[in-house]
Structure formats: C-alpha cells, structure tokens
C-alpha cells in the first residue's frame, strides 16, 4: 500500500510507457525487420540482407518518388517560408483589420489535405477550372494545365500545399517578430536607422529559432504528405507525382509487397531524424534540468 | 509624406491580394455547391451561380456514391464523430496525467522517457503502418471504429502530453510541496490544484486532436473497414467514383460539409486553435 502510493506517479505513466515502448520503438524495429526480409504479401522472418534496399534504389518508381520529395519538399518549404515571412512583416506595420486578414490567411491550415485536394483538383481542372475561365474572359491561347503534365503536375502539389501551410508559418513569424524588444527597435528608430534595415539587421536575426521551428514544421509536413498527393492526383499522370509516402502505401496495400513497404518506410524515417534529430537535440539539451 | 501613402496603398494592396488567394478556393468550392451542373459545364468556374440549387448538397448528404455505398456523406459523418471524440477524450485525459507527472513528479529516468514521447511524435507514421495493420488483426479490431480510436489514442499521446507538460511546468514545485506536508496525494493535487487552472491548456489539446482526428486519412484508409470508414476517406472516395457523371458539385458540397467541423472550430477558437499549433512546434 505504502509502495503504492510512493510510486504513484510512475504507475500514472506506466501505461503510456508500455504503449510508447510497443506502438512507436517496437514497431519500428518490427517495420526495420521486414525491410531486411524476403517478405511479400504476408511478413517472413527470415533475414535476407539488404536486396529490399537494392530493389527499391533499383526501382525508377522510387527514384521518381524521391526525387520529387526534394523538388516538392524544396519548393514547398522555401516559398512558404517567403511568403510566411513577407506577410508577417507587413502584417505588422499597424496594419487596420489585422485580425480579419490573420484569420483569412491562416484557416486553409484547419482543413483536411482531402479538402483542400478536391478543392484544387476542381480548380485546376484544365476543362472547367481556372483555365477555362480565364479563356472565357477573352484570353484564349491562356494555357494553365500542370494537373495532367506529367512534368509539372508536383508543381500543382507545390501550389496546394503552399496554400495550405504559408498562412501557418505566417502565424509563427508574426509571433516570433511581436515579442523581439520593443525597445531595442525604438532605439534604432531615434537613430534614424530605416525600417527595412532595422528588420534586416535586428528583428530578422533574432529570429533564427523561429525559422528553424517553421522549417522543422515544413519538412516533416513535406515527407508525409500523402492525404494531399492522394486526393489532388492520385500520384498521377502514371507514377509522375509519387511520393515515398504515395510508394510505401502502394507497396503495401496495392502490390502486396511488404518488404518494400517496409524499406521505403524506413527511408522515409531516415531523412526525417536527419532533420529532426539535430533539432531536438538542441531543444533538450539547454533545459534547465535540476 | 506622399510616397509613403503610396507605400501604404501599396501594402494593402498586397495583403488584400493574398486574402484573395487563400479565400478563392472558399469561394470557388461555395459557388460551384450552388450551382446545377448545365450551369458548370456552361459559365465560368469564378462567377457567382446564376441560381441557387441545394440540390447538389442533399445528395452530397444522402445519396452520393462512395465505391459501391450509396448513401451519401451522411453514415461517415458520423464514423467520423464516433471515432473523433472518444479518442480526443482519451488522449487529452491521459495527457494530462503524464504532463502532471513530468513537470510535477519527476523521478529518476523521467526525462529520458519524455525525450522518447517527444521523438514519437515526429516518426512518418508510415513506419508503424505495417505491424499496426497485423497487430489490430490479432486484437480483432482490424476494420472497426474501436480500432481507429485505439491508433488515434496511441499517435495522439505524444502531444498531449507534451501540452500539458509544457502548461504545468510553469506552475512554482513549492506549491506542490506545500501541499504534499499538508498530506494532500498525487491524485488530489492533481484535482484541487492544477485542473481547475487547466481550461486554457484543455481548450488546446483538445482542439488540436479533434483537428488531428477528423482531418486523418493515412490511419482511416489503411485501418478501416466497409462500414467503418472515417468521412476524409469517403469524401476521396466520392469525388473518384467513376460511376455516372462527374458531378462537381456534389463533390463540392462533400469537401464543405467534410471540412465544416473542423471550420467551425477554428472560427469559434482560432485563439487557442492557433496556439496549438505553435505549442506543437515551438516547443519550452
């Protein structure tokens, strides 16, 4: 009884311990296992080395798949990050109806991918969509048919996901900029130091940790995006839009081939803690631990 | 004087085009809901519908296709409803007692199991999808709403803990001690203490899971069943039947109705739906 009620807080967090443990590390040992098995429809044991990982680098599939995660990640990342950061500056110069265009430029971020796919995938339609409609205006050779490209159709991704994210990092920025000391910036206004430069030399600087929490935010939004690949274009035309994300699934729920399910996931995990590790590393390390 | 009102106009002007940007798709899914089909393949997809039809919203509801189950959005709707809020539940009441136990009742290795949770919130959960998938089959509940729940709870934790922690670590030890010599126990601390100042925190934790939640596809696609299928699911599933005519403006209405839940929060609590966001991704 005694024992009971000194170790209350550890029997608290028991149950999450053991899902944690389970759920998220032995699952991803299990996943790991299979990537270095034979395994096909149904999981194998047996350890064959590494032929998953040849396979799956041997596969023009996944080559494609990765090589636009870095053209999407990319891309999506660095204009978000644009725009995020440019509408947070002029957010802040005493702008009237602040709040109102805050909200409107943040709600996209409450939608579901889904939506925001369907939504896009109508807009973009060549047929009826935005193309059409400028045609109709009287401009008739405008030509804006990315979505059945195969070469541009990832920059219909780029657009959607910017849509959905930018307002996002918008929030953050502003955040970061409102708590940067009013009164070092009033200073350098009496200098009469001018306003661009008190943002490129002052407020922008003390920023960096909020630049790499956006980024942080982006990329790991960028490796799993799926839900938006999924219903803005199926991974289509043919396999031009896969992403690891789009592979894995098909590899495992379509092909029935779990060993390259399983390697693609692992990948997937790889470049995440490449980012992520060093991140959080940094977040834990400074805590005030007593 | 003049330039700088120019400059002014000029930044207005830029934001306002923005604004634009990010409503047109509001817009665009709004009107062409409205609109009956002749009028799609007819006008322009900008223009305002010349007459107002709900027609395409009742069958969006009630009778659209998804695969083979014509019902409309209505029964995943709520699968949808019946999964998200037992799971938002759970895991915001879980989160809370880790988060209590991590900044209050720290005992050796404590923050070694916080560093795991916080690195579990960040795995692409396609790394867990494969033994999730066998490991629900051996629980029995591969395919069902219960099963759903469980994966939503397990994923789900890592945050709401993480709130919670972060809320309460700011509140001073000594408050705890003095209760402790009081003899108040963990579990009345907990009540007496930190949940009646706890409503910000809850506000957050649970705006951010519904929204986690009711926003899902990867776990509701790979772990639901015929009947079971959350509403982000059957929404993908009625724009892409390819059964009859392509009626966008039924899909329309289907994306509107799939996202109103989470809309509607985010304009009644977009304060804390907000710092959700940042409390995810700035941590301390």
């Known amino acids: 009884m005694e024992w009971l009620e000194r170790n209350v807080p550890k029997v608290v967090l028991a149950p999450s311990f053991v899902a944690i443990l389970v759920f998220v590390y032995g699952f991803i040992a299990w996943t790991a296992w299979i990537s270095f098995t034979r395994s096909r429809l149904m999981p194998r044991y047996e350890l064959d080395g590494i032929t998953q990982y040849e396979r799956l680098f041997a596969a023009p599939r996944w080559d494609v798949a990765m090589n636009n995660l870095f053209i999407f990640g990319g891309l999506f990342i660095v204009i978000s990050m644009v725009i995020g950061l440019a509408l947070a500056i002029f957010l802040d110069q005493k702008i009237r109806a602040e709040g109102v265009l805050r909200t409107i430029y943040l709600y996209p971020m409450a939608l579901s991918l889904i939506v925001t796919g369907t939504a896009w995938k109508w807009i973009l339609n060549p047929g009826l969509g935005i193309q059409a409609a400028v045609r109709g205006w009287g401009w008739e050779s405008f030509t804006f048919d990315w979505l059945i490209r195969p070469d541009m159709a990832i920059y219909t991704i780029v657009l959607a996901a910017v849509w959905q994210a930018s307002g996002f990092v918008m929030a953050l920025f502003l955040a970061g900029l409102r708590s940067v000391d009013t009164e070092i910036i009033r200073a350098a206004q009496v200098d009469g130091i001018p306003t661009h430069r008190i943002y490129s030399a002052i407020i922008i600087p003390t920023m960096a940790p909020i630049f790499l929490s956006a980024f942080i935010v982006l990329a790991h939004l960028a490796i799993k995006a799926f839900d938006l690949v999924i219903a803005l274009t199926g991974g289509g035309p043919g396999y031009a839009t896969d992403l690891p994300a789009t592979y894995m699934y098909a590899m495992a729920f379509s092909r029935g081939d779990l060993g390259q399910a399983a390697s693609s996931a692992m990948i997937m995990m790889m470049v995440i803690f490449a980012i992520v590790v060093p991140y959080l590393y940094s977040e834990l390390r400074p805590r005030r631990d007593q | ?284």
């Open chain 2, 1 to 284: 004087m003049t330039s700088n009102t120019a400059l002014r106009w000029g930044l207005y002007g830029i934001l306002i085009l923005f604004a634009l940007f990010y409503l047109m798709p509001l817009f665009v899914m709004l009107t062409t809901s409205l609109k009956s089909l002749e009028e799609i393949r007819t006008g322009s997809l900008l223009s305002l519908p010349r007459e107002i039809t709900f027609a395409p919203w009742a069958e969006a509801w009630s009778t659209a296709c998804a695969g083979t189950q014509c019902e409309g959005l209505r029964p995943f709707f709520w699968n949808s409803v019946l999964m998200a809020v037992p799971a938002v539940m759970i895991s915001t009441i879980i989160g809370a007692l880790n988060g209590y136990v991590f900044a209050q009742w720290k005992f050796r290795g404590a923050n070694l199991f916080f560093a795991a949770i916080l690195f579990g919130c960040f795995i692409p959960f396609q790394v867990v999808l494969l033994p999730m998938a066998q490991m629900l089959g051996l629980m029995g509940l591969a395919g069902t709403i219960p099963g759903l729940i469980f994966v939503h709870v397990i994923y789900g934790l890592g945050f709401t803990t993480l709130f919670f922690r972060n809320y309460y670590v700011t509140i001073p030890q000594e408050l705890v001690r003095a209760a402790k010599v009081d003899g108040a126990g963990f579990f009345r601390i907990f009540w007496s203490i930190f949940l009646p100042i706890s409503l910000p925190i809850i506000t957050v934790s649970v705006i951010w899971q519904f929204t986690q939640i009711w926003n899902d596809f990867l776990f509701g696609v790979s772990f639901s069943g015929a009947g079971s299928q959350p509403v982000t699911v059957a929404l993908n599933n009625i724009v892409n039947s390819t059964t009859g005519v392509k009626a966008y403006n039924v899909d329309m209405a289907a994306a509107i109705i799939a996202a109103l839940p989470t809309l509607l929060v985010y304009v009644v609590a977009g304060k804390y739906f907000i710092r959700g966001l940042t409390a995810g991704s700035v941590k301390g």
